[in-house]
């Protein structure tokens, strides 16, 4: 496989199609004792061209599984991905990938973990300096550039992802729980500037949550899935006006609240029967 930087994994075309297609998705590992185990199965969901998705479900249902495999990063046992009406059988083009942690290098200044992905794409230097620069603007570090990782906050870093993630204009996002680990003022703050960003871009996301609110809050869709093995159980369309700039003033909206509530009927048995396994086990 190859080696892969973290939040960039490939430059983007212009006007390419960033629609995925996932159908019948099954993948099955190994584990330490030489058993077959199913982490996924039967997956279909399709994200079309600057749709922004989320995907949620109970601990080990398989969501990030799922995003290994529209990354390339993993291949499928059953099924197929498809982005761009082209099978994914490597690693995706156009796509960026945003982990829960930082996944920054803690040797490389702000500015050089930035510069990394046009540089590995080709970019002179010098215009890929001016670019990362732009894009530290952009999330509010203009002046951090010089600082190194454990120099910052929980939310610079985030920030720091935020634009290695961005800064070749990724035609497709993905993103694994990426403000997860963040306090909740800090977390609100992130995503609202994730959304005026993708605003922006338009990429199309993928976007794996625990938090039920912020799924409602940032996507056009929201996805279900069952407890393991993972399946697609329900997708619920999120018809809230856009742009959404201020995420807690819309958690009190009353179309919110029903939507939240809808999915979470949904998404209740789920998490329930998970737990009861884990009780089991």
Not at 52 to 59: E, N
Not at 198 to 204: A, N, V
Not at 211 to 238: C, H, Q
Request: charged letters at 20%.
């Amino acid at each position: 496989m190859r080696d892969i930087q973290p939040g960039v994994l490939s430059a983007t075309t212009a006007n390419s199609d960033a629609r995925i297609e996932i159908v019948g998705l099954t993948k099955r590992f190994l584990t330490p004792k030489g058993e077959s185990f199913t982490a996924i199965e039967n997956v279909t969901l399709t994200v079309e061209p600057g749709q922004f998705c989320a995907i949620v479900g109970p601990t080990g249902c398989g969501k990030s599984t799922t995003l290994g495999q529209v990354s390339g990063l993993e291949r499928p046992s059953a099924g197929s991905v498809r982005v761009g009406g082209q099978p994914v059988n490597g690693i995706t083009s156009g796509v960026s990938y945003m982990f829960q942690s930082d996944s920054l290098f803690p040797w490389k200044t702000v500015l050089q973990n930035v510069v990394i992905g046009p540089t590995l794409l080709g970019t002179p230097k010098a215009e890929a300096t001016e670019l990362a620069r732009d894009w530290l603007r952009r999330v509010g570090l203009s002046g951090f550039e010089d600082r190194y990782p454990h120099q910052l906050s929980g939310g610079m870093r985030k920030r720091v992802a935020m634009a290695a993630a961005l800064i070749n204009n990724p035609r497709i996002l993905l993103m694994d729980e990426p403000f997860g680990a963040l306090d909740v003022q800090t977390k609100a703050i992130m995503q609202g500037e994730l959304l005026q960003l993708w605003e922006e871009l338009r990429p199309s996301v993928l976007f794996i949550t625990h938090d039920l609110d912020e799924a409602v809050a940032m996507s056009d869709r929201v996805a279900i899935m069952t407890s393991s093995p993972g399946s697609v159980k329900d997708v619920f369309d999120i018809d809230l006006p856009r742009p959404r700039r201020n995420i807690q003033e819309l958690r009190h909206d009353p179309h919110f609240i029903e939507l939240q509530g809808q999915i979470w009927e949904s998404l209740r048995d789920e998490v329930s029967r998970a737990y009861q396994k884990t009780v089991a086990a």
